[in-house]
Structures are given as C-alpha cells and as structure tokens.
C-alpha cells in the first residue's frame, strides 16, 4: 500500500474515532436504574422523600358535603432554589375526586369556608413576598381576590357566625422610628425588650374597615368567635418567646365594647379554648401550675356567664388535646399521645368520664365535626403512609380515607415498624419503635440506635421517612421511648429531672441488648444518631461507651452550663435540673455535660447542625467537634446555612439524610444502596 495513502486513511479513521467519541460525549447520560427490592419495587431514596405530598388543616363546609384542606409539595426546578410551596384543594366528604382550588408559586394556607358555604378564605402573600393577607375564592373556585390589606399582614384569621366580620391575628409593626432608625442600620436590640406582640383586630368585610381589639406589653394567640358573634376567646402569653409557653391565659373579649374578662390562668396555665355549640360553656385545657416541665393538661369548663372553672378530667394521666365539641354539647373529643400512637377519646361532659375511642397504633387525629353533628374529619398516618385525610361517623365504626395524595409510594417497598418491649437496668418497663430493614426475613444486621428529641416527646409509629431511607439500606433502627418521654403518664415523663444521662442512657442501651439477644442487631456493626435531645443522648452515648461503631449528634447539648444561658428555654432547662440556675448547682450541670467526658471519645463522629439555632446555639457543637479535632479523633462537622433548629430547605433536608446512609454504610461496613455516590 502506498504509505502517504495509508496514513491519510489513517488520519481520516482517527478523526472520524474523535468525532464519534465527542457526540457520544455530549449525549445526555441516561439516569441509572432506581434501586428496587427483593420484591421488584422501588426503594426509597433522600430524593423521593421531597416528593412527599403534605396535607393538613381539613374544615367541612358548612352543608357537611365538602372538606376543604391543603397539600404542600417540594418544587424543585434545576438551577432554582428548591422551595414548599402550599395549595388549597376540596373532595367530597363522601370521598371521590379532589380538586385542586389554587395554584402558582405562592403558598394559600389555612383555608376556612363561609359561614354560608358560599366562599373559601385562605391566606396568601401574593401581592407582596412575606406579607399575607386574606383572600377569598368562590367556593365552586376561579379566581382569588385580595380581601385585607392590613401593614405587615396578618397570621391568622376567622369568620364571624354571620360572615360578615373576621378576626384577625397581626403582629405589631415597627413606629415610624423603628423604619426611619432600620434604613440607616441603626437598629440595635436590647435582648428579651425589643419583641413584637402579635393582638387582635376585627375586620369589617364589606365596610373594608378594621378595628383594633387588644393591645399592649403581651401576646395573643387562637382567637374563637362565640356562637352568637358577640364575644371572642383568646390566649395571652406575656411574650412569643418559647420559654413563656407554659405562662398562658384565657380571656374573653366583648367585640362591640371591648371589654376584656380573664376566665382561666394564673396561677394555673391555660388555652385551647373553645365555646360549646349553644354558647353556655367555654372548653379549654389546662395545668395545675405554670410548672414549665413536663405536665399534665386536663379539660376545664368555664360557665360562659361567669363562675369557676370546672375539671372535666382529673383521673386521666394524658393531657387532653385541643377539645372537639359534639354538636349536642354532651361530649368533648379530643386526641393525645399515648404510648407509641396519637389515639382519639372523648370525654363525657356530665361525668367526666373518659373513653378511647381508636386503636390504630399509629397516629390519628381529630379536626372537627360537621354542622349536622355526623361526620367527623381529621389526619391520620402509619409506618407506610404519610398523613392524609379520613372521614367517620361519631360511633368510629369504621374510619374511611379521603385522599391519597402518596398513591406513588404503592410503587416501593417500604419498611413496616412494630412496638417492641424491654426492661431496663433498674427493672423499668420500656417501649419503642423498631424499623426493620426492607423485605427483612432473619438473622442480624446492621443496626441504628436513634433517640428522640425533647426530652418531652415520643417517637411514634407513623410515618417516618429518615428511618425508611435507612432501612432501605439495609439498617435496622431502633426509636426508644425512655424515661422522661410522653405517652406513659405524668410520673414516666418526669422520671428523668436532675438525671440526664443516667436512667435514659440504660433505658437506650437495655434497649440496644434487647435487640441484640433478639438477633437482630449484630453487636459489631452498630451505630447511633439523634437530633435536639436526641443530639445530646448520642453525645453522652460517644463519651460512655465504644460499642458503637459511628455516631451522628444533630443539634445537640455537649456543656450543659454554657447552653442555660445560650438557650431560648432557660425555664425548662432549669427544671431538669433542680430548679436552679447552672451557677447555684454547677456540679451537677457540669456532670450531665458530654463536655466533661470528652477525653473518653474513640467513635468516628459526624456532627450536624443548623448555623443559626436558637434552641441550642451551633457553641454547642463546636465545643465538642474541637475536643475530637485536637485529640485526633476521627470527626466531621456539617454547618448548614440558615438553618434554626428544625430544618426548613429541602436541599439541606436530603443532604442530611444522604449522609446519614454514607457514613452509617461506611463504619458499619455495608453498601450504600438507595444514594447516589458521594461526589
């Protein structure tokens, strides 16, 4: 062969390679397979659990036909900030199609319909970004108009019985000062002096006009119109500050006058009021004291005309939930934690006598009943269902589902939970929730150990996307309701004052042998997280022991001294620990304080926290990272951006979740199965 001829064909096949490997490159990469189960359904991955469609807030229309209600999804467009935005939509209380009322990038929440069933009112900020203001829509739909347009917004609202009023919740907005001061940037604050109360206000539909109806140095919240639209209940806290939850009052408030009568409070807390349908008893709930630990909130009557409170409940050991008037006036419904559930109970007005009305074993809520007094609307989930909508009849016969807004999750293999039991170091009887991995048939596994947050709460037996995604990664997790947890009577929730760290720990660590001697948790691949008090539990747990081969604290307390004064709870934690400031008692402060053991920690350690936590500030956590920096413990500190205690941006919510699986997989030693590799 001529060789100039060969080496030209040479060039030519070496360019035509070039071409093929550059159009092969600029080729979109096809997305690789979702992950499935044994089974052949999906597993569920960080990134679906945006996909969760949240509903709430259900409200029956007038006539009983309708149930108006709201649904939030994850709107996530590329190269856009991912954002939850919030619509209305209505289904026919006999169940069927639900339609979806508004749309758009603005959020429309707390629906409610006119007393007349004509209109839907909701709230929306969509003519200025952060201010909502009250709309309305004809109650068939089409387009939303703008109702009040009051300075700053409003938080909340309601009808009066005749529909033409409403009353609205607004915070104070700053004088003309304040905003002269605030575009110079001279705006300094004086801590725990500079709040802004939020009061009531009465709007006039058709007038347009408003009329201010309380004011002054304290806050207002849960405005409820009399049945004859004459007299308004509220709740008043001398502050919106966390620590001054407990510090609640009832009053009621004479529209036309403006008179104002205090009904129940101190020295005994009180709110959740709400009038019985034919306007002679106000129903609220209440504690014995403003004790701001763990309490007891039981039902009270308040004659309407005046008198003394009376205790509805007194034998039953669970507080009572925000009461649900029958529409004979007879009963009070109402739900509550108890155990591993949120269950539904009513109360017998004339006895007090108190009776479970559901046993799902998961969490089911009551909301309200309709006009005519037979149909009852609320929420209700379970370990493989998010919250959606129910309807009853008030014998409970049978509860019958009213949307399916997560029909997609029929499509993946999704992990159940049981209510497991275990007896504690010191003989305690303790309950939790285990999360076994998807399509688990025996034998042991890696294991997570996940603390709840509070320490007043529970982990229930519902829907719980974290643990889900773990579990599709193969983990078993245990949720434990140690001492000092709801659902198990006042002396349970109380068992851990002045002892963090102690009965709690060997309540979780029992827990942990239990599993074991289950063959379940295989004792050389476990791990532990936890957020809040969850956060501080796995702190402690890093610095007790080296069972574990991982531990993840989210939020949590590490010097105990130091957080009373960081803290926006100072009053609750200053229960915890004899009622006393960290500076009369600094020994034992001290000795709960992770920060005090340190020096014992070997576990690789990934910390999470928010950069602007109010609750327990990110100090907390950089005390501790910096111990196992300097003494070469293996350790990572995640700081998100923006973010208070709860976290609210989506992107932050599925990293913290695609973490969680990587690390776990990596010192537990099994493969990460549902997340893409870490880049």
């Given at each position: 062969?001529?060789?100039?001829?060969?080496?030209?064909?040479?060039?030519?096949?070496?360019?035509?390679?070039?071409?093929?490997?550059?159009?092969?490159?600029?080729?979109?990469?096809?997305?690789?397979?979702?992950?499935?189960?044994?089974?052949?359904?999906?597993?569920?991955?960080?990134?679906?659990?945006?996909?969760?469609?949240?509903?709430?807030?259900?409200?029956?229309?007038?006539?009983?036909?309708?149930?108006?209600?709201?649904?939030?999804?994850?709107?996530?467009?590329?190269?856009?900030?991912?954002?939850?935005?919030?619509?209305?939509?209505?289904?026919?209380?006999?169940?069927?199609?639900?339609?979806?009322?508004?749309?758009?990038?603005?959020?429309?929440?707390?629906?409610?319909?006119?007393?007349?069933?004509?209109?839907?009112?909701?709230?929306?900020?969509?003519?200025?970004?952060?201010?909502?203001?009250?709309?309305?829509?004809?109650?068939?739909?089409?387009?939303?108009?703008?109702?009040?347009?009051?300075?700053?917004?409003?938080?909340?609202?309601?009808?009066?019985?005749?529909?033409?009023?409403?009353?609205?919740?607004?915070?104070?907005?700053?004088?003309?000062?304040?905003?002269?001061?605030?575009?110079?940037?001279?705006?300094?604050?004086?801590?725990?002096?500079?709040?802004?109360?939020?009061?009531?206000?009465?709007?006039?539909?058709?007038?347009?006009?408003?009329?201010?109806?309380?004011?002054?140095?304290?806050?207002?919240?849960?405005?409820?119109?009399?049945?004859?639209?004459?007299?308004?209940?509220?709740?008043?806290?001398?502050?919106?500050?966390?620590?001054?939850g407990a510090l609640s009052d009832v009053w009621v408030v004479t529209v036309a006058s403006g008179e104002k009568q205090k009904i129940a409070g101190d020295p005994a807390a009180a709110d959740n009021a709400r009038w019985s349908p034919d306007g002679k008893w106000i129903a609220f709930t209440g504690t014995p004291d403003r004790d701001p630990g763990p309490s007891t909130s039981f039902l009270y009557l308040y004659p309407?005309?005046?008198?003394?409170?009376?205790?509805?409940?007194?034998?039953?050991?669970?507080?009572?939930?925000?009461?649900?008037?029958?529409?004979?006036?007879?009963?009070?419904?109402?739900?509550?934690?108890?155990?591993?559930?949120?269950?539904?109970?009513?109360?017998?007005?004339?006895?007090?006598?108190?009776?479970?009305?559901?046993?799902?074993?998961?969490?089911?809520?009551?909301?309200?009943?309709?006009?005519?007094?037979?149909?009852?609307?609320?929420?209700?989930?379970?370990?493989?269902?998010?919250?959606?909508?129910?309807?009853?009849?008030?014998?409970?016969?049978?509860?019958?589902?009213?949307?399916?807004?997560?029909?997609?999750?029929?499509?993946?293999?999704?992990?159940?939970?049981?209510?497991?039991?275990?007896?504690?170091?010191?003989?305690?009887?303790?309950?939790?929730?285990?999360?076994?991995?998807?399509?688990?048939?025996?034998?042991?596994?890696?294991?997570?150990?996940?603390?709840?947050?509070?320490?007043?709460?529970?982990?229930?037996?519902?829907?719980?996307?974290?643990?889900?995604?773990?579990a599709a990664n193969g983990f078993a997790v245990l949720q434990p309701n140690f001492r000092g947890s709801t659902g198990k009577g006042l002396a349970f929730s109380q068992a851990n004052k002045n002892t963090w760290g102690k009965g709690d720990y060997e309540d979780c660590m029992s827990g942990v042998d239990a599993m074991i001697a289950a063959g379940i948790a295989d004792p050389d691949r476990m791990g532990a997280f936890?957020?809040?008090?969850?956060?501080?539990?796995?702190?402690?747990?890093?610095?007790?022991?080296?069972?574990?081969?991982?531990?993840?604290?989210?939020?949590?307390?590490?010097?105990?001294?130091?957080?009373?004064?960081?803290?926006?709870?100072?009053?609750?934690?200053?229960?915890?620990?004899?009622?006393?400031?960290?500076?009369?008692?600094?020994?034992?402060?001290?000795?709960?304080?992770?920060?005090?053991?340190?020096?014992?920690?070997?576990?690789?350690?990934?910390?999470?926290?928010?950069?602007?936590?109010?609750?327990?500030?990110?100090?907390?956590?950089?005390?501790?990272?910096?111990?196992?920096?300097?003494?070469?413990?293996?350790?990572?500190?995640?700081?998100?951006?923006?973010?208070?205690?709860?976290?609210?941006?989506?992107?932050?919510?599925?990293?913290?979740?695609?973490?969680?699986?990587?690390?776990?997989?990596?010192?537990?030693?099994?493969?990460?199965?549902?997340?893409?590799?870490?880049?």
């Open positions: 062969m001529n060789p100039k001829r060969f080496i030209t064909t040479l060039l030519i096949l070496l360019s035509l390679a070039t071409i093929a490997l550059a159009q092969e490159d600029s080729k979109p990469k096809a997305d690789p397979p979702p992950p499935r189960a044994k089974d052949g359904k999906k597993l569920l991955t960080a990134m679906d659990l945006l996909r969760i469609n949240g509903v709430s807030n259900p409200r029956i229309s007038p006539d009983g036909s309708r149930v108006v209600y709201t649904v939030s999804e994850i709107k996530m467009e590329k190269d856009k900030e991912w954002k939850q935005v919030t619509q209305i939509w209505v289904v026919p209380t006999g169940g069927g199609h639900a339609r979806q009322f508004t749309r758009g990038d603005k959020s429309a929440s707390q629906p409610e319909w006119s007393p007349d069933g004509s209109m839907i009112a909701f709230l929306s900020d969509r003519e200025k970004d952060g201010e909502r203001q009250v709309w309305m829509m004809l109650a068939d739909g089409g387009e939303a108009w703008s109702v009040t347009s009051h300075k700053g917004g409003v938080t909340g609202f309601h009808f009066s019985p005749d529909g033409k009023r409403l009353v609205l919740t607004a915070t104070d907005q700053p004088n003309k000062d304040e905003e002269d001061r605030r575009k110079v940037k001279d705006d300094t604050i004086v801590m725990e002096r500079d709040l802004k109360m939020t009061h009531l206000w009465v709007y006039d539909i058709d007038k347009k006009d408003e009329k201010r109806l309380t004011q002054g140095a304290w806050t207002v919240s849960d405005p409820q119109w009399s049945p004859d639209g004459t007299r308004i209940t509220y709740t008043t806290r001398p502050t919106p500050r966390a620590d001054d309407a005309d005046g008198g003394t409170p009376k205790q509805v409940t007194s034998k039953f050991d669970l507080s009572v939930g925000t009461p649900v008037w029958s529409r004979d006036g007879k009963t009070i419904y109402f739900s509550t934690n108890t155990l591993e559930a949120i269950e539904l109970y009513s109360a017998d007005v004339a006895s007090g006598g108190v009776k479970q009305l559901t046993s799902r074993g998961s969490a089911t809520g009551i909301t309200e009943i309709s006009k005519d007094g037979k149909t009852i609307v609320g929420t209700l989930s379970s370990p493989g269902q998010p919250t959606e909508l129910y309807v009853t009849r008030l014998d409970f016969g049978s509860i019958k589902p009213l949307t399916n807004h997560n029909a997609w999750l029929n499509d993946y293999s999704v992990a159940q939970s049981e209510v497991v039991k275990w007896k504690s170091k010191d003989g305690t009887e303790v309950e939790g929730v285990l999360t076994k991995p998807v399509g688990y048939t025996s034998g042991k596994v890696p294991f997570l150990l996940n603390p709840h947050g509070g320490p007043t709460g529970a982990s229930l037996n519902n829907w719980n996307g974290t643990v889900q995604v773990l936890g957020w809040s008090y969850g956060g501080y539990m796995t702190f402690w747990i890093d610095t007790q022991t080296d069972r574990f081969k991982a531990i993840s604290p989210g939020a949590g307390l590490t010097n105990i001294y130091s957080m009373y004064s960081q803290t926006d709870i100072h009053r609750y934690l200053n229960w915890f620990y004899t009622d006393k400031a960290p500076w009369e008692n600094q020994e034992l402060y001290w000795d709960r304080s992770p920060m005090k053991y340190v020096g014992n920690v070997k576990t690789p350690t990934m910390i999470m926290h928010g950069q602007v936590d109010t609750r327990v500030p990110i100090a907390q956590a950089q005390e501790f990272y910096q111990a196992l920096v300097e003494r070469k413990v293996p350790v990572d500190f995640v700081v998100y951006p923006r973010e208070n205690h709860g976290f609210t941006e989506p992107r932050h919510n599925m990293d913290r979740v695609r973490r969680y699986v990587r690390f776990f997989a990596k010192y537990l030693q099994t493969p990460v199965v549902t997340e893409p590799a870490e880049e």
